[in-house]
Nanobody, 124 residues
Framework: QVQLVESGGGLVQPGGSLRLSCAAS????????MGWFRQAPGKEREFVAA????????YYADSLKGRFTISRDNAKNTLYLQMNSLKAEDTAVYYC?????????????????WGQGTQVIVSS
């Protein structure tokens, strides 16, 4: 049974930073690609960032490059998302997800397991 538990969300002022974490249990974490997605109220779930099994290859939504950084610690079975220079439009529920394969993609439907999400609110 795969479980993904996100943490680290909260209320932050514009320009601030947050680091999200996703703790994974179940089958060997290091074998699989992971991703972060987000969903704002009234909008579809969108791709944020993804990382392959080893952490060597990373992918980002074009609009987020330079502000967000995805990383993973396979020894700790944990995925991270460092978010800097946050804007009001970054407000959303952030989800981590895992594929059954080692290579990452940007398509939500390619991910098989999802966490419950963590709320991020960027507001003054």
């Amino acid at each position: 049974q795969v479980q993904l538990v996100e943490s680290g969300g909260g209320l932050v002022q514009p320009g601030g930073s947050l680091r999200l974490s996703c703790a994974a249990s179940g089958r060997t974490f290091s074998n699989y690609a992971m991703g972060w997605f987000r969903q704002a109220p009234g909008k579809e779930r969108e791709f944020v960032a993804a990382i392959n099994w080893s952490g060597v290859n990373t992918y980002y939504a074009d609009s987020l490059k330079g502000r967000f950084t995805i990383s993973r610690d396979n020894a700790k079975n944990t995925l991270y998302l460092q978010m800097n220079s946050l804007k009001a439009e970054d407000t959303a529920v952030y989800y981590c997800a895992r594929r059954r394969l080692s290579q990452a993609t940007v398509v939500p439907a390619h991910y098989d397991y999802w966490g419950q999400g963590t709320q991020v609110i960027v507001s003054s």
